[in-house]
T-cell receptor
Framework: KNEVEQSPQNLTAQEGEFITINCSYS?????LHWLQQHPGGGIVSLFM???GKKKHGRLIATINIQEKHSSLHITASHPRDSAVYIC?????????FGKGTHLIIQP | DVKVTQSSRYLVKRTGEKVFLECVQD?????MFWYRQDPGLGLRLIYF???????EKGDIPEGYSVSREKKERFSLILESASTNQTSMYLC???????????FGEGSWLTVV
């Protein structure tokens, strides 16, 4: 069983919809990352959280340490949000990754 | 603007060849990482380094070695490439005030 589980694996939505991607982890972590990977490979770090909530533009990330759960929300989704979203827990050195959520936003 | 640069974007190598994947970061970070990414398996850690000349095995180090002679450069070496090492390889570095992780653009390696 992967130590970091994401759901859903694949998500297709219409432009403008509110998107939620979930991440649960079973390891003790000092921080959780949300990453975005566009076709072609490059990965960008969206958020690093150790508690509470962070917001950047239309993206919101929350974490509940007690429940070992984090969510990434996208408001007013747009086709350019189409990407793979990956959560990663940092237990010590390195990261433990979820397998990613493939998001497609249709116009 | 912070940068992690991987020297080769696309490579095709023959089985048995020695392969070098180079990664350079310009942020003076101590921590650097090499991952491979495969469909259905996600990102897996091969090796990481937390200082010059220091290295630690990750989850899948077999068939790989690394070199960190300078702080800014972390090289991944495939001593004798095999077809099961066909993959996308990602370098990352981490450090700074926010301890944020930064990734390179990835190197697509095909071993034939």
């Amino acid at each position: 069983k992967n130590e970091v589980e994401q759901s859903p694996q694949n998500l297709t939505a219409q432009e403008g919809e509110f998107i939620t991607i979930n991440c649960s982890y079973s390891v003790g972590i000092s921080a959780l990352h949300w990453l975005q990977q566009h076709p072609g490979g490059g990965i960008v770090s969206l958020f690093m959280l150790s508690s509470g909530k962070k917001k950047h533009g239309r993206l919101i990330a929350t974490i509940n340490i007690q429940e070992k759960h984090s969510s990434l929300h996208i408001t007013a989704s747009h086709p350019r949000d189409s990407a793979v979203y990956i959560c990663a827990g940092r237990p010590a050195d390195g990261l433990t990754f979820g397998k990613g959520t493939h998001l497609i936003i249709q116009p | 603007d912070v940068k992690v640069t991987q020297s080769s974007r696309y490579l095709v190598k023959r089985t048995g060849e020695k392969v070098f994947l180079e990664c350079v970061q310009d942020m003076d970070h101590e921590n650097m990482f090499w991952y491979r990414q495969d469909p259905g398996l996600g990102l897996r850690l091969i090796y990481f380094s937390y200082d010059v000349k220091m290295k630690e095995k990750g989850d899948i180090p077999e068939g790989y070695s690394v070199s960190r002679e300078k702080k800014e450069r972390f090289s991944l070496i495939l001593e004798s490439a095999s077809t099961n090492q066909t993959s996308m390889y990602l370098c990352a570095s981490r450090g700074g005030a926010g301890n944020t992780i930064y990734f390179g653009e990835g190197s697509w390696l095909t071993v034939v």
